[in-house]
């Protein structure tokens, strides 16, 4: 992959606001998602959940649902293979308990009947026998020896001999020696901070439709921001060869990364195969709170040692994150995003992954940073107000730039924090006058973005038009994206490109929707493929004229000689080649296959002014800007869309979100009305500042913008609740219970 | 020889340095050295990293060319949401 | 149980149907008329993806049972456009590119609607009142505001 990919160029359509192409189906009911599809003698399916925090599972009785008329099939994990891969037998034994219930919500068996009447009467009718066992759900007490052990065995070499088995992993990155770097500072503040565990929150619950024929041949149609990932789970769990699963993903109703993995679709595929018929399983919204992907809860220790002047001289971070019932990773991008936009001589972060008895985490838009950030970010705001410096000029003065040795190892090459920064600094809101009562808050936000496998087909069909087919469920737009960087690579109107999205039989492997990659990886596999069928065409217009191919090139939608000693000959369009290709040679097709790197990392700035009432502890957003550099924005108020929903969903996180655990280790807040994200009536507009700054790793300057946006605002609102109401709290969310105890507090 | 820092944590299976080198012309060649001669960091490598060349990120990519001169980092393998 | 026999009118079509007494009006729209525009995003109310009309009324479809549809008329999703020409409000939402993922959708341009027909110069924040009860995930609501408001300046023919 060479990172010379980038090109100057004018733009004629990328950049542009174009209508989606699943616009209409999507205002007017017409599109498909996960719930919507049926099949013909199709079967409800629904799943048995674990009433304890952490029970021992001695036997489970199902002749008695079996014996029901009308129930096709009863599945406990003895159904499942055991596969051999310790990642995918940790996501299948999340799918159905083998030997303990793990958490509250953790699946023990399911069924499928004729109709979900009689599925709910099934499940009652199976008879678990538990043997309850001491539970823990807090990740401070369960990183203590003599904590209750949710598995054995799971640390791996990295862990320090003595500590809880629930400590699973340990991850040190930086550089330097702190204590130096403290030794120089005129002021170190030291603090400990807890999050609570988010829920993505998507309004779409799991669901699929599974159908498992006699001859082994499976289909099955899911909401998941990546098809071919579940077919790799799927495929592996149910011991099937991948070519027999055939994966569709349907519309989907929101991810932020809690789709990318599989719940369900195993268990719906297993009871097809034993009931001989299709089984549709939707999830509650219960369940989807109790058993499916939270984010990680945390406890953190941050040291900041800064000068008088604003210079920080030392950064450490102590990272406990709980990814819940199974080994999790997410720390390790903690702890190496903590410090990232900072230029710092000394830096050490230190992280712990600790079970805990909650569900598995699934990531959730820049897993991991959002946290480590927050604690860091609110620390430096704290120095800010010590030394009564301006927030943005301190950030200014140890903002990562080209040449900085980040805190995770690598030498930045061009990044766009300090453009960002200036460009928060320069903005009418950040000068603009508060009232009494109100405080404005800012914070940085960093996440590293990726690439990954990538495969586009293009097809020109023989009325000039274009076919393209690519992998990745559009979650935000990106179908008009893609489109939208065909059309300008082969010059022509982006209304005559249709872009679908196949499923596993018709394309090869594409990774997930995540990572901020598909607008950049796939656009970047989508412009190639259309410049493999311009050369085509190119080739085919060179035969029409008889001259060599290489005499031919490609402008605005045409192919035309390439300067006047290749012959005159007037250009012949997309269309006209399209028409003879039959002719000429047969179907005209590009396509491109590829693992993406080169993301490049990302950083964004936001700023928010709130007002907190002291006599409710409530927090009312006033106003709220966010800043984020988009390389090249293909479609800019997609770009903007990303930004909006990321910057809200932080807000949430930052004001009321979080899971909520009884002494009896179970959730006490598996709904929308208690588990409460943000209302229209919560929020001011939220304005966008675009940057581009062209990414070097793409051939249009692309930069992914999906998942920074949810990283600066938690200590955004932080530290302007600090500057509101003269409280600096350390912990999420600072919902109004916490911030009156805290105003009481301070007296 | 290629330098290849390391992150913190594995230090311990690399004789306690953070900075190792290896004969390397490639991803694929340095993974493979590093495995034969720090074994205990065969279990990370075998779970997965990431290598940063000269501040750019690569999660796979065996073949990337990797010149004497150039800044190589070990960095766990990410994902994203 | 006994199904109850039920005749009502939905987007102005006749429709009879049998639904068991316990059956939502949710699950009679998406299990047995085929009408799944509406999306069932809670169950409990709390959501807004299945707004539908009940007699003129914004109700959430999943806390109506189906057999309170005898003789009421209903509107969903499916009726709002004219045959092929989009509502304003389905145009604007385009337009100003006011959903992601679009599962809100449907549910949010019912009670967006339903506010116009009550109040066709709404203020912002009346707007966002009115759908404090549908969530959307995606957005953080800006782009549906401005498109609300959009909607409404081109039926108010400013």
Not at chain 1, 31 to 53: E, K
Request: include cysteine; charge should be negative; hydrophobic fraction near 40%.
């Amino acid at each position: 992959m060479s990172l010379d990919e980038y090109t100057r160029r004018e733009f004629k359509q990328v950049g542009t606001r174009v209508r989606r192409p699943d616009g209409v189906d999507k205002v007017t009911g017409r599109a498909m998602y996960g719930a919507d599809a049926t099949a013909p003698g199709m079967l409800t399916g629904r799943i048995l959940r674990s009433p304890h925090a952490h029970a021992r599972i001695r036997s489970i009785a199902t002749s008695a649902a079996e014996a029901l008329p009308g129930v096709k099939a009863v599945i406990t994990s003895a159904d499942l293979s055991v596969p051999e891969d310790e990642f995918i037998r940790d996501v299948q034994d999340n799918c159905m308990a083998r030997g303990k219930a793990l958490y509250d919500g953790h699946a023990v068996a399911a069924v499928a009947a004729t109709d979900a009447a009689t599925a709910r009467a099934a499940l009652k009718l199976i008879k678990v026998d538990y043997e309850p066992l001491p539970h823990v759900t807090d990740v401070d007490v369960a990183i203590r020896p003599g904590a209750p052990v949710v598995q054995e065995g799971r640390a791996l070499e990295n862990v320090p001999a003595g500590m809880s088995a629930n400590v699973t992993s340990h991850s040190e990155f930086g550089h330097g020696t702190p204590a130096e770097g403290f030794a120089r500072a005129d002021k170190i503040i030291e603090r400990s901070f807890r999050t609570a565990a988010t829920h993505q929150g998507y309004i779409e619950p799991h669901a699929c439709l599974a159908s498992y024929a006699a001859d082994g041949k499976a289909d099955l149609w899911c909401c998941t921001q990546g098809q071919f990932f579940v077919r790799t789970l799927c495929s592996a769990i149910m011991g099937m060869e991948a070519s027999q699963l055939r994966v569709t993903a349907s519309e989907i109703g929101g991810g932020f990364g809690g789709k990318t993995t599989v719940f369900i679709e195993p268990v719906a595929l297993a009871l097809s195969r034993k009931a001989g018929r299709p089984v549709k399983i939707v999830m509650t919204r219960d369940e989807v709170f109790r058993a499916t992907g939270p984010t990680v809860s945390t406890s953190m220790d941050i040291k900041i040692g800064m000068t008088s002047d604003g210079r920080i001289t030392a950064g450490e971070a102590h990272l406990r994150y709980s990814g819940g019932a199974f080994p999790c990773g997410t720390v390790d991008m903690g702890g190496q995003a903590a410090f990232a936009a900072y230029d710092l001589e000394h830096v050490r972060t230190f992280g712990w992954n600790v079970l805990t008895n909650r569900p598995k985490e699934a990531a959730y838009r820049a897993p991991g940073a959002p946290q480590a950030i927050y604690a860091v970010e609110s620390v430096i705001d704290e120095l800010c107000q010590h030394f009564g410096l301006d927030p943005i000029d301190v950030r200014l003065k140890n903002a990562a730039k080209k040449g900085t040795k980040s805190s995770y190892g690598p030498t930045f090459p061009d990044i766009g924090l300090v453009a960002t920064l200036e460009a928060a600094k320069k903005h009418p809101h950040y000068s603009a006058p508060l009232k009494d009562g109100q405080g404005r808050g800012i914070s940085c936000g960093f996440w590293f973005n990726f690439g990954g496998n990538s495969c586009v087909s293009l097809n020109v069909n023989t009325d000039g038009t274009i076919g393209v087919t690519e992998g990745n469920p559009d979650i935000g737009g990106s179908r008009a994206s893609i489109s939208l960087m065909a059309a300008e690579e082969l010059g022509i109107p982006y209304d005559r490109v249709r872009t679908i999205v196949a499923d596993t039989s018709s394309l090869g492997y594409n990774d997930v929707t995540d990572g901020s990659r598909v607008t950049f990886a796939v656009g970047l596999a989508t412009i190639k493929a259309a410049r493999a069928a311009i050369r085509l065409m190119c080739e085919r217009a060179a035969k029409i004229w008889g001259i060599d191919a290489e005499a031919v090139e490609w402008k605005d939608g045409a192919a035309v000689p390439a300067g006047p000693n290749a012959g005159k000959f007037p250009p012949m369009s997309l269309a006209e080649i399209a028409a003879v290709s039959f002719e000429t040679g047969g179907p005209i097709a590009g396509h491109h296959e590829v693992n993406v790197d080169g993301a490049g990392v990302s950083f964004g700035v936001h700023i928010v002014d709130v007002e907190v009432d002291k006599e409710t502890g409530a927090t009312k957003v006033l106003r709220y800007t966010v800043f984020q550099d988009a390389g090249k924005a293909v479609h800019p108020s997609y770009v903007e869309g990303q930004m909006q929903g990321g910057a809200v969903q932080g807000i949430g996180w930052a004001l009321n979100e979080e899971y909520i655990y009884g002494a009896d280790g179970r959730l006490q807040n598996p709904g929308f009305l208690d588990y409460r994200v943000p209302v229209a009536s919560d929020l001011p507009m939220i304005d966008t500042v675009i940057l581009e700054i062209p990414n070097p790793g793409h051939p249009y300057g692309v930069r992914g913008v999906g998942e920074t946006g949810i990283v600066p605002p938690l200590a955004a609102l932080s530290n302007a609740v600090s500057r509101s109401a003269g409280i600096r709290l350390c912990e999420l969310p600072m919902s109004p219970p916490r911030v009156l105890k805290a105003l009481t507090g301070a007296g | 020889m290629v330098k290849v820092r390391l992150w913190g944590s594995l230090r311990q299976a690399a004789d306690g340095k953070t900075e190792v080198e290896v004969e390397a012309r490639n991803f694929k060649e340095l993974l493979d050295r590093l495995a034969a001669t720090y074994p205990g960091l065969e279990p990370q490598i075998r779970r997965g990293v990431s290598l940063s060349l000269d501040g750019v990120i690569y999660r796979e990519a065996w073949f990337t060319e990797i010149r004497p001169d150039a800044e190589v980092v070990l960095m766990p393998y990410m994902t994203g949401g | 149980m006994k199904s109850i026999p039920v005749s009502t009118t939905i987007n102005g079509d006749p429709y009879e149907f049998l639904c068991a007494p316990d059956e939502t009006l949710l699950d009679v729209l998406r299990n047995r008329l085929s009408l799944t525009g509406a999306k069932e995003g809670c169950g409990t109310g709390d959501c807004g993806a299945c707004s539908v009309t009940l007699n003129g009324r914004l109700v959430c479809s999943c806390l109506v049972l189906g057999a309170e549809a005898q003789g009421a008329e209903i509107s969903t999703i499916e009726g709002m456009a004219d045959g092929d020409e989009l509502h304003p409000l389905q145009r604007h939402f385009i337009d100003h590119a006011a959903l992601q993922c679009g599962i809100c959708t449907p549910g949010i341009l019912v009670a967006a609607k339903s506010l116009l027909e009550k109040n066709p110069a709404p203020t912002d924040e009346e707007v966002r009142y009115w759908l404090a009860g549908n969530l959307c995930r995606c957005t953080g609501y800006d782009k549906i505001i401005a498109a609300v408001q959009a909607a409404a300046a081109e039926m108010r023919g400013a």
